[in-house]
């Protein structure tokens, strides 16, 4: 199990859409890319950011899991206007706290999508 966390575009879906928006992104043909390319600047900037800190376990800038020594393993997903993060509940706290800053440092949304579905607007 993992706990998830949903960074996206603000203006491309309100709070009260956000559960079946993020189905259709997730469920879609291109909403599961592994390449941050697919996704505007600013969450390309907001994973430039976060994946210092969390390394991702997939996509072109993976790391081997021996080299995360006690960092949670993270995997990123991107669409054309959000990242996905999944890492494990063991750093979820440390996770959530470091996107919701960064992802204000960017001017993008933060969801707590394994908690309550809680939404951080910049």
Do not use: K
């Amino acid at each position: 199990m993992s706990y998830d966390i949903l960074v996206f575009t603000p203006s491309a879906v309100s709070d009260d859409g956000l559960s079946a928006w993020l189905t259709e992104q997730v469920e879609g043909v291109d909403g599961n890319s592994c390449d941050p390319a697919v996704t505007t600047p600013a969450l390309r900037a907001f994973y430039e950011d976060m994946h210092q800190i969390f390394p991702p376990v997939n996509g072109p800038d993976r790391v081997d899991e021996e080299v995360l020594g006690d960092l949670p393993a993270t995997d990123y997903s991107f669409g054309p206007n959000h990242v996905y993060v999944s890492v494990s509940w063991d750093g979820a706290a440390r996770a959530v706290a470091t996107a919701e800053t960064i992802a204000l440092r960017h001017a993008v949304a933060v969801s707590r999508v394994s908690e309550d579905g809680s939404v951080l607007r910049p």
